[in-house]
């Protein structure tokens, strides 16, 4: 069974400019979720997608979107960049989240996109 | 707001060596903490715990949780150079309904020299 995937694995951007992020989830999972990795902050949880709606958001600005598609592929957008954006983005998958009778311990990370923003 | 610190942030042993890694934490409707590796990436799922004083083991490794005094510690036994990663916590609380999310503290990155 193949993991779940994330491209682009690096991407250099400069201020002010927008980007998009993509993660495969493992086939039959539905629950994707982002989250931030920054060696000040940590991983911080940035939203879950669950059959194509947002379920849950953490505390970023909304310069930070996402959507999920039919297929459970998952996009996340960052737009008008800043310096602090800089990060290796991580997205998890699941069968489904907790509150639908998932667990955390079944959620899988892809490999990151690291982002670098100039 | 939710809190998750773990101890020290980083260390250095030798291989052969015990080590122990902390996790305290101060969250509202606590359900369940998890133990991660991080070695390049992409972090893998070590334990859960949801219940007080019940040891998770596997193989080398192994957690407790206190849910009275809000701690978990990881204990790597034995410790090998393939041991050497970054180890996250994270903390599951419940905040509307059955609605739940992950907290994670900064991790702490274990180097094992042979």
């Known amino acids: 069974k193949a993991g779940v995937t994330q491209t682009p694995r690096y991407l250099i951007k400069t201020r002010g400019q927008q980007v998009t992020l993509s993660c495969s989830p493992i086939?039959?999972?539905?629950?994707v979720s982002w989250y931030q990795q920054t060696p000040g902050q940590g991983l911080q949880f940035l939203f879950e997608y669950f059959s194509e709606t947002q379920r849950n958001k953490g505390n970023f600005p909304g310069r930070f979107s996402g959507r999920q598609f039919s297929n459970s592929r998952s996009e996340m957008n960052v737009s008008t960049l800043e310096l602090g954006d800089s990060a290796l983005y991580l997205c998890?998958?699941?069968?489904?989240?907790?509150?639908?009778?998932?667990?955390?311990?079944?959620?899988?990370f892809g490999p990151g996109t690291r982002l670098t923003v100039l | 707001e939710d809190k998750v610190v773990q101890s020290p942030l980083s260390l250095v042993v030798h291989e052969g060596d015990t080590v122990t890694l902390n996790c305290s934490y101060e969250?509202?409707?606590?359900?369940?903490l998890l133990w991660y590796k991080q070695e390049k990436k992409a972090p893998t799922f070590l334990f859960m715990l949801?219940?007080?004083?019940i040891e998770k083991k596997s193989g080398r490794l192994s957690s407790i949780l206190d849910k009275k005094e809000l701690f978990s510690i990881l204990n790597i036994t034995a410790t090998q150079t393939g041991d050497s990663a970054i180890y996250l916590c994270?903390?599951?609380?419940?905040?509307?309904?059955?609605?739940?999310?992950?907290?994670f503290g900064k991790g702490i990155t274990l180097s094992v020299r042979p």
């Open positions: 086939s039959g999972h539905r629950s």
């Open positions: 969250v509202t409707n606590f359900r369940s």
């Open positions: 998890a998958s699941s069968l489904a989240p907790p509150w639908a009778g998932g667990s955390y311990n079944e959620q899988f």
């Open positions: 994270a903390v599951e609380a419940v905040y509307t309904g059955a609605n739940s999310k992950l907290t």
């Open positions: 949801t219940s007080s004083g």
